[in-house]
């Protein structure tokens, strides 16, 4: 292990992040509000480590996977370590794993919260908060390698420690021009959505911190009504579509700019997603009309919206689903274990993992009856290597173990199971709200410090693809190479 190249990466990871709290700072001064201060020491303390970190002299300028691992893993950890500390410092949240809970849920997009008053909380501090799903979206080493330039060629295992999805692939040969793209794309959907938030009425304050939630598929909002506190039908409509783009591999944005109309609508896993979607909202505002609302529309619309919400993992919410019949919350629990598109902000599963393994499983079939045929995995024609197939199939079966190992730990709690399981759901698929106790109107406040720790865990575990986060607990992965 290249410990000292890990140290002087992590070191430039926050310096960038100190730069980054120079803009919820400027929000704080300019509502004159006192939680400036709390941004101000927070970069001080930053930048002071950063630079000894920075500082630190490199034997070797060589950087593995298992480098790139490390880095990931505890560069999303220290971001969110020195990022709760404008919480912690201002007394917006003074009990410091309620802050970290809030700050890891911020970063990994998952729009959980122990928050019982949002909206008496300064502006400063809930654009921070808001911001941390922007910086978090897109991915902190993503932005790190953008602008990083002594990565060089090396960046790409941090692209791929850190990317969503089972296949990493650059969208241009030079790593650094391809963080830029996907920097540059996400910049555009933000901008583009922030305008049109506004051009529906909300300040360009309140436009900005739901769109960093929207195309950072988190779902942190400045109201304790969420989205529902706007009742506005373009709001929702406008918030509803580009929770869909953001749920896009954002490599298809850079295909169509380049003119490749053709590649994207043969996306195949994109054609799953939409279809998946499409099916959500139909059989959700059947169930809806006639039991819940009288009006067809009104059951479309928030249909529509909750269903694309939840598969996208953004966890914003225009109605207490909780209070829907019991076949619309089957669905919606089943859609946290979807997600978006591989390369989206998404987080949970990913689409593409579930088309391999529903590939997977009629090759199965299909071998009953021909056993000695040979038949190879394909998407969009080309044949999926076998170890993405083995990957795929032990992502599954981890997800799985830790949902299922997750879910008995938090009952330890003394809730109902589905509490617990939605719980767990929610924050290992980086969704947000869950069921009962976290259900669209409650929050997570009412856990124990130990329990808030592990959902910070599999926060973190379930943004870094699991595997990321979990090689670190391997003995092996520390053993000295030889």
């Known amino acids: ?94 009990f410091p794993i309620d802050a970290f809970f809030e700050t890891v849920s911020g970063f990994t997009t998952t729009g959980a919260s122990i928050l019982t008053d949002i909206e008496s909380l300064p502006k400063g501090i809930l654009f921070w908060r808001s911001f941390t799903h922007w910086i978090g979206g897109m991915g902190i080493l993503v932005f790190t390698v953008a602008l990083l330039p002594a990565i060089g060629a090396s960046g790409f295992q941090l692209f791929k420690a850190e990317s969503p999805g089972p296949i990493s692939d650059k969208i241009v040969p030079r790593m650094k021009d391809t963080a830029k793209i996907l920097y540059t794309t996400y910049i555009i959907i933000t901008i583009a959505e922030t305008i049109l938030l506004m051009f529906g009425g909300l300040s360009l304050y309140e436009a ?57 609508l043969k996306d195949e896993e994109l054609r799953f997603y939409s279809i998946l979607i499409l099916l959500g909202i ?44 019991t076949f619309s919350k089957v669905l919606l629990f089943l859609l946290m274990f ?28 299909q071998k009953i009856f021909h056993p000695r045929a040979i038949m190879p995995l394909k998407i969009e024609g080309r044949s999926i290597p076998s170890d993405v197939v083995a990957n795929v199939s032990s992502f599954f079966t981890l997800y799985v173990m830790l949902f299922v190992l997750g879910t008995a730990v938090v009952s330890l709690e003394n809730i109902s199971m589905i509490s617990a399981a939605s719980a767990v759901a929610a924050t290992l698929g980086n969704i947000g709200p869950g069921f009962e106790i976290v259900g669209a109107t409650q929050n997570y406040s009412s856990f124990s410090a130990p329990i808030k720790l592990l959902l910070s865990f599999l926060m973190l575990a379930g943004r870094l693809e699991l595997f990321t986060i979990m090689t670190l607990l391997s003995p092996s992965f520390w053993k000295a190479e030889r």
């Not at 591999?249 to 590649?263: A, H």
């Not at 694309?308 to 966890?315: L, P």
Request: charged share 10%; with cysteine; glycine share 8%.
């Open 1 to 94: 292990m290249n410990y000292r190249i890990v140290a002087k990466i992590l070191g430039s990871i926050l310096i960038y992040e100190s730069f980054l709290m120079i803009i919820p700072l400027a929000v704080s001064v300019f509502y004159m509000e006192s939680s400036y201060m709390a941004f101000i020491i927070t970069m001080l303390i930053m930048i002071f480590f950063g630079v000894i970190l920075k500082n630190t002299p490199l034997n070797s300028n060589t950087m593995k996977l298992k480098e790139g691992f490390a880095i990931v893993s505890f560069g999303w950890l220290i971001s969110s370590l020195f990022g709760c500390f404008p919480f912690i410092i201002s007394g917006a949240i003074p």
């Open 208 to 264: 900005l911190v739901h769109t960093f939630a929207t195309v950072g598929t988190g779902g942190f909002s400045t109201h304790n009504s969420s989205i529902a506190a706007f009742n506005s039908t373009y709001i929702y409509v406008v918030i509803a579509i580009f929770m869909f783009m953001s749920g896009v591999n954002f490599s298809l944005y850079y295909e169509l700019l380049k003119g490749r109309w053709r590649s994207v």
């Open 282 to 325: 139909v059989f959700v505002s059947i169930n809806l009309f006639g039991t819940i609302y009288d009006s067809a529309g009104e059951s479309l619309k928030q249909s529509l919206f909750q269903v694309v919400s939840i598969t996208t993992t953004t966890g914003y919410v225009t109605a207490d689903f909780d209070l829907w019949p």
């Open 338 to 365: 979807t997600g978006g598109c591989a390369g989206s902000t998404g987080g949970s599963i990913k689409q593409v993992r579930l088309l391999l393994v529903l590939k997977l499983v009629k090759r199965e079939f």
